[in-house]
């Protein structure tokens, strides 16, 4: 122990600590170190990146501007009816066992598949994923009214602008909670009492990817759907399965076609929009698609050995 010296490492001039930050833009940052000889090692260098990634929401912002400054040849409409091939058995009707209100009203519609005359499919949202170059903001977006009537959601599907407002109602005489689901932002949660005939204000800041289920906390077979998108192209087949899509840009357009008994169906359906012009077309979906609903689905009893 009395040998031991204690060593002091000494630092020449040449090997004073040396940092260098070099910034590049707002997105890249490199940081550059060169250790002494006698610290981490002669000539070292340790040279981290840093990348700041832009916010989602202003990319959105950012894209959805620059779609709405390009300079297209003209604009067009998208008329169309959704027909469903082959055939299924209508869902059964809902029969309430608590709530008079709703026990009075029973048989209460099923509104999950809605199959009318010649084929017809309602209740089909047909839309762009993304606000094509050339897109046209309406002037006004007009409020919207979604009813809670006879202990059911109307309407059943709904297409709607962000910051649109919905006026969510209650013609029932019992309490009702219109309850959203989004992915991307927060939900509306809220009760809306007997006879609300004002409307209780609602509305979506951003859009969506896929159609946004709303249910009734109280009475649980309430459901619906809403969609929420950041441009105006989007519409919801009615009951003799049309639907109308107006002011598209011209030229070549990829729709999604969305139905709650099978999710999406076609994610790549492709129109072209003539310049003045209006394309008629005939969506087709596979009775196969919305299987689960021809006749009851026999149940399943998984077992498992614990040891």
Partial sequence: ?????????????????????????????????????????????????VSILPDADAEEVSAASSASEVKVAGYGTLKGRVVLEGSVTAPAAITPSKDAVCIAKSPIPNDRVVAGANG????????????????????????????????????????????????????DPTLHNTHTNPQRQPAFNQGVQPNETKGVPLSYSRGEKQPVSVICDIHPWMQAYHLPLDHPYGA????????????????????????????VVDGGYTVEIPVDGTAEVEIKVPAASLASFNGERPKRVILSMIP
């Fill in 1 to 49: 122990m009395s040998n031991m010296k204690s060593i002091t490492p000494q630092v020449s001039s040449m090997n004073m600590l040396r940092c260098t930050i070099l910034a590049a833009g707002l997105t890249t940052l490199a940081i550059s170190l060169t250790g002494c000889e006698d610290g981490i090692g002669g000539g070292a260098t340790y040279q981290p990146s």
């Fill in 120 to 171: 017809a499919l309602a209740n089909v949202f047909v839309f762009l994923g993304k606000a094509p170059a050339g897109t046209r903001q309406p002037a006004s977006k007009d409020s919207l009214k979604f009813d809670q009537q006879g202990c059911r959601f109307i309407p059943h599907c709904l297409f709607v602008q962000t910051e649109q407002e919905i006026l969510v109602l209650n013609s």
């Fill in 236 to 263: 919801v087949s009615g009951e003799d399965g049309t639907f109308e899509i107006a002011d598209l840009p011209a030229g070549k357009h990829e729709f999604t076609i969305w139905h709650e008994a099978a999710g």
